[in-house]
């Protein structure tokens, strides 16, 4: 039963002993001449000129949530087709009707405009 296991602490060992190795490596390689321009946080070009703590819309998290939603659901879809034959007509119909549920809450939260950003 251990002999079993003896590839995973193997990979273990290896990812043990490159990690620093490469870390180490690039610590040596890269220059490091830190300036003021450097250590200034990048915000696309333009200079930061408030708290990076501001307050977001709620929109954004709506959008944010509702993806991980329709990801997940859509998710689901995979091991279907794997076994698309063994499920049949039944299994067809099924996901039909998964699908029009998860298409009549996308044009809902459309409809409702949760997906405009302005």
């Given amino acids: 039963m251990p002999q079993n296991y003896v590839p995973i602490f193997i990979f273990i060992a290896i990812v043990g ?21 450097k250590l200034m946080p990048y915000e696309c ?31 689901f879809l995979f091991p279907w087709a794997v076994k698309f034959k063994a499920f049949g007509l039944f299994g067809l119909v099924e996901m039909l009707i998964f699908l029009v549920i998860l298409i009549v809450g996308y044009i809902w939260v459309w409809k409702k405009g949760a997906l405009e950003w302005v």
């Fill in 17 to 37: 002993v490159a990690l620093p190795v490469t870390l180490l490596l690039a610590k040596l390689v890269r220059p490091e001449n830190p300036t003021k321009t």
């Fill in 45 to 75: 070009g333009i200079d930061p000129v408030d708290n990076a703590r501001g307050r977001y819309t709620v929109r954004f998290y709506i959008v944010a949530i509702l993806f991980v939603v329709f990801d997940v659901e859509t998710i």
